[in-house]
């Protein structure tokens, strides 16, 4: 599956809501804790498939809704390492507008298994687990709470999100990965989600599916993904900052308008079109 518009389209849409056809007035809250509470409104859809011929779990956003009922743009995609990616691959992520990838992988990753170039695109490599020793890659449970605790992997997340902003920001897309597209991928996607204000449930789903994406078994770490692992990156959040929000706002310092500005690059009224936000 293609992405729901590509920059053409996404050009128009800006043309027209220039023009002061479109209006989508929303508020938009800074606060990201109601994302993990009991939402008012929980929307558990199928991820969708970002189709590559080289790649085995790629995916965008774009089925899934806040508990507010906003959509997910185009301009995000996760995905598995680009090693194996085809010509047609390459064109495809550069036609609907991917200008910046995100390699969540260590050094010697990233030797092993090189990055194919996207046409038109920047790679930026935020080593998650380069501090932490070898074993990390394979004693999973250790990895997700590294994941939070780790000075360096908190860099390397924080840095990803702004990046998303950003490049979403002029409406281009951002593609970040790790090897499989699972773990680092996961939690960088599960972050991601909830500070958007996608429910947890949501998230849960969206993080199971790389098994069915690499037909694996939720006992195999190296090819598979338990929940248990997940709730332990979550659970580590909130042992050491108190919450998921401060998390967010202390160990990955995004401040309120960097949260904003996230929702502003990534979110639109699907009552509406794709159309931006005015935050009050």
């Known amino acids: ?34 994302a993990t509470a009991a939402p008012s409104r929980s929307v558990v859809a199928a991820p969708a498939a970002f189709d590559l011929a080289g790649t085995d779990n790629t995916r965008t956003f774009t089925s899934y809704r806040t508990t507010d009922g906003h959509a997910i743009n185009d301009r995000v995609i996760r995905s598995d390492n680009l090693s194996r990616i085809t010509p047609a691959d390459q064109r495809k992520l550069s036609d609907d507008g991917v200008t910046s990838i995100i390699d969540l992988r260590t050094q010697i990753e990233r030797t092993l298994q090189s990055d194919r170039p996207v046409p038109g695109a920047t790679l930026e490599t935020y080593d998650v687990l380069g501090a932490q020793p070898p074993t990390s890659l394979v004693d999973m449970q250790s990895s997700y709470r590294a994941f939070v605790t780790d000075a360096s992997a908190r860099q390397a997340f924080r840095k990803t999100l702004l990046d998303i902003k950003n490049t979403a920001g002029k409406s281009e897309a951002t593609l970040f990965h790790c090897t499989a597209g699972k773990d680092r991928t996961g939690w960088a996607a599960a972050v991601l989600l909830t500070v958007l204000g996608v429910d947890r449930a949501t998230v849960e789903r969206d993080y199971l599916a790389s098994n069915t994406f690499r037909h694996a078994n939720a006992n195999d770490p190296l090819n598979g993904v338990n929940i248990a692992w997940l709730r332990t990156s979550f659970a580590a959040a909130d042992q050491t900052y108190g919450s998921f929000d401060n998390y967010v706002h202390q160990g990955l310092r995004l401040t309120d308008a960097d949260i904003t500005g996230l929702k502003k690059a990534l979110l639109y009224d699907p009552n509406m079109g794709w159309t931006a936000y005015t935050p009050r």
Request: with cysteine; charged share 10%.
């Open 1 to 34: 599956m293609s992405r729901s518009l590509g920059t053409a389209g996404r050009r128009l849409v800006c043309a027209v809501s220039a023009l002061g056809v479109i209006v989508a007035p929303t508020v938009l809250p800074t606060m990201i804790g109601t």
